[in-house]
């Protein structure tokens, strides 16, 4: 008998199924996917192309709704969620992070970390976000406008969007697919830095191995299923991994 530590998951997908049209054009991108983000940690999806990352991160983030099974957000369930309720759970609950930065050119750095908070109308935790634009490091941008930073300083105001309103947890989806190796090196140090030194959840939907070893743990899909899990990953190891499924079998 094992003694199972019980974390609790900041978001979860069971049994979750997505298929795309219908007939002759049926994709079922996801076939039946369980898994679990555990809260606080910094997991990674991983597998080939058209494996069903994105459609997994967009269900489990109630950005798409499954065709069958379920989607939570801590103890939230989205399906049972009406569209408005759906809206402030995104709003309010979670964090995106993409691979287009996303950013609004006519607002200044500092408007666009707090947009989400202003478009929300609620109070703003000036401590957190003091904290947050140390830990990405654009104190000295705070009143530049995107097109004056490079493509790493975007994509990091973005990832201080991101994790300004204290999301629950924080989704991206090739957050470094526009990087060079060590501008998306940075926004990788500094996704981790915001798991570790501000405890938040994020999950990064990622084909690089590299990128994925900055991960806590990887998660493995393959033809809309779950295949494998990999805690402490490395470069090397992912990459391996990654190599079993080109192995026709
Ligand atoms: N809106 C859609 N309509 C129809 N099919 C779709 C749609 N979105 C995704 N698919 C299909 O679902 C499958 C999974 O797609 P998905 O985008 O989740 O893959 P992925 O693992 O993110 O791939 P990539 O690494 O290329 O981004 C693919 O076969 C894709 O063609
Ligand atoms: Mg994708």
Redo the contacts with the bound molecule.
């Keep these: 008998m094992t003694t199972a530590t019980t974390v609790r998951a900041a978001a979860r997908v069971v049994d979750a199924v997505k298929v ?2 219908r007939g002759d054009t049926e ?1 079922r ?1 996801l076939d039946g996917v369980s898994v679990d983000f555990p809260a606080g940690r910094f997991t990674a999806i991983m ?10 991160m967009h269900c489990a983030a109630g950005l798409d709704t499954l065709t069958s099974g379920t989607a939570h957000i801590g103890g939230t369930e989205l399906g049972a969620l009406d569209d408005r309720r759906l809206t402030l759970l995104r709003r309010d609950r979670v964090g995106f992070v993409f691979q287009a930065f996303n950013l609004i050119p006519t607002l200044t750095v500092a408007e666009n970390i707090t947009l989400p908070l202003d478009l929300a109308g609620g109070g703003r935790d000036q401590e957190w976000l003091d904290a947050l634009i140390d830990v990405v490091g654009l104190r000295d941008r705070l009143h530049h406008r995107p097109s004056e930073l490079s493509g790493g300083q975007q994509q990091r105001v973005a990832v201080a969007r991101a994790f300004a309103g204290r999301p629950d947890v924080v989704f991206a989806d ?1 957050p470094t697919g526009n990087l060079d190796s060590r501008a998306g090196g940075e926004v990788l140090g500094l996704l981790g830095r915001a798991v570790r030194q501000t405890s938040r959840t994020v999950v990064m ?1 990622t ?1 690089d191995p590299v990128a994925a070893a900055h991960a806590d743990e990887v998660v493995f ?1 393959a033809d ?1 299923r779950l295949v494998d899990r990999m805690e402490a990953p490395t470069a090397d190891r992912v990459l391996d991994r990654m190599k079993a499924f080109e192995v026709p079998a």
């Design positions: 795309y049209g994709v991108a597998g080939p192309s058209g494996s069903g990352k994105s459609t997994l090739e939907v084909h899909l809309g």
